[in-house]
């Protein structure tokens, strides 16, 4: 049985009276922690909350752009790295389209404490979050209060107001995969409707573990035996289940002045379901919002305008991978052929994924931000 590290019960304790923060952010994921790192050596108090310990529950198969990775310090974490992409369709056994940049898949657990250790003074806490008032966030251990909330909490959305998503009515798609250890030297993907009709299967290889997994567009269609078949023919064992619902439509990043990044916001990437990379570089961007607040360089509203804007500036790309998306179910047989052997060609698999990646591009990640300096040596200084 795995350890649970998470206090339950008894052992969570309820929040001291007052458990205020300057800023509150709400999943201590991708997203969520970006946004903390962000705001390191700014003074204010920064309240990171989850469900989990930092790192303890592992949402996805944990690959990717190695230049992210990199420049956000988090390189220690790699586990192993891929310069192109295996594609299988039923009419073709191996296609590999070249990549102008590489993907690395990376152990979850040492990515977050990597991350939090980037925080400097941030504060981190497991709490349940279950709803909001105004500023006010309510959890299983009480409320608390902060000018500013972060809702990083993934596809629910759970600080938003009226009701959150629920599949199968809400824009979600799904995915299942399985952990058996073994190794492998290459980043797959099969496209093919014997696995599933809306989506596509994977294998991602980290070191000396196989992330195997199946994603549907659909959030109706059923994963677990399209996964169980996958695993049974690349000659694997179903261990070590995850899976989860994915958004594969931009939501609004604000909204009744709740701050809102990753999957919460809907930066989750249509067809390809990346939404690691894309919580990054929202999380950056809005961590820089906030620290601009903080520092009295701007207020609360410019910080909400601002960063809406910059999220929404990016929909009309979300919205041409969307139709990308969209249009896969139709694509099966001699059209996604053509296109699986056309990717192949350097050239153009260098073009199409070089524009991907500028989507979100590696650059937007900076150093984090330097360390306080002690009061006493300031003020010595
Ligand atoms: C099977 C699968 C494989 C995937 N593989 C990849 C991949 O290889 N590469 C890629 O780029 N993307 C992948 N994705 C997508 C990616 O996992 C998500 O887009 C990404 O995790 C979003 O990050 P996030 O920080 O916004 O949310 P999450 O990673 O979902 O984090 C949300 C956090 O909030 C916490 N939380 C949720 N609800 C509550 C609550 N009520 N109270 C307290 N805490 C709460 C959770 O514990 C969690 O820590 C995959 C998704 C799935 C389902």
């Known amino acids: 049985m795995p350890v649970r590290a998470t206090k339950r019960g008894a052992a969570r304790v309820p929040f001291q009276t007052g458990a205020d923060a300057d800023v509150l952010i709400c999943g201590a994921s991708f997203a969520g922690l970006t946004v903390a ?20 529950r592992q949402t996805s198969a944990c690959a990717a752009p190695t230049e992210w990775l990199r420049n ?18 039923p009419a073709i056994e191996r296609a590999r389209w070249p990549l ?31 709803s ?17 909330i ?117 930066h989750c990437l249509p067809l390809t379901a990346e939404g690691i990379r894309t919580a990054f570089y929202f999380g950056v961007a809005l961590g820089r919002e906030l620290r601009a607040v903080v520092e009295g360089r701007q207020d609360r509203a410019a910080a909400l305008g601002r960063y809406h804007a910059f999220s929404g500036s990016h929909r009309w790309k979300y919205e041409m991978i969307y139709a990308a998306q969209q249009s896969i179910r139709h694509l099966h047989g001699r059209p996604l052929d053509t296109l699986a052997r056309v990717f192949t060609r350097r050239k153009i698999s260098h073009w199409a ?21 002690p009061a006493e040596r300031a003020m010595a200084a």
């Open 37 to 56: 790192r962000e705001l390191r050596s700014t003074g204010a108090r920064v309240l990171v909350l989850d469900r989990y310990e930092i790192g303890e």
């Open 72 to 89: 956000l310090g988090l390189a220690a974490s790699i586990r192993q790295t891929f310069g192109s992409l295996l594609v299988h369709t």
């Open 100 to 130: 102008p940049w590489t993907f690395s898949t990376f152990d979850y657990k040492h990515l977050c404490e990597l991350l939090f250790d980037q925080t400097g003074e941030a504060e981190f806490d497991t709490a349940k979050v279950e």
């Open 132 to 148: 909001r008032t105004g500023n006010t966030v309510l959890t299983d251990r009480g409320e608390v209060s902060a000018p500013l």
């Open 150 to 266: 972060v809702d990083a909490l993934g596809w629910r959305r759970v600080l938003g107001p009226g009701e959150n998503f629920q599949p199968p009515d809400a824009p979600l798609s799904r995915g299942l995969e399985v952990h058996p250890a073994g190794t492998g030297d290459d980043l797959e993907l099969w496209i093919d409707p014997r696995y599933v009709n809306a989506g596509y299967g994977w294998s991602f290889p980290a070191r000396d573990e196989v992330r195997i997994g199946v994603g549907s567009f659909d959030p109706r269609d059923p994963v677990k035996q399209p996964t169980l078949r996958l695993v049974d023919d690349v000659g694997q064992e179903p261990k070590g289940y995850q899976g989860n619902w994915i958004p594969h439509r931009l939501r609004p990043a604000t909204e009744d002045g709740v701050f809102f990044v990753g999957d919460s916001a809907g």
């Open 353 to 373: 994924f070089g524009h991907y990646l500028e989507i979100a591009p590696p650059q937007f990640a900076v150093p984090a931000p330097p360390a306080a300096v």
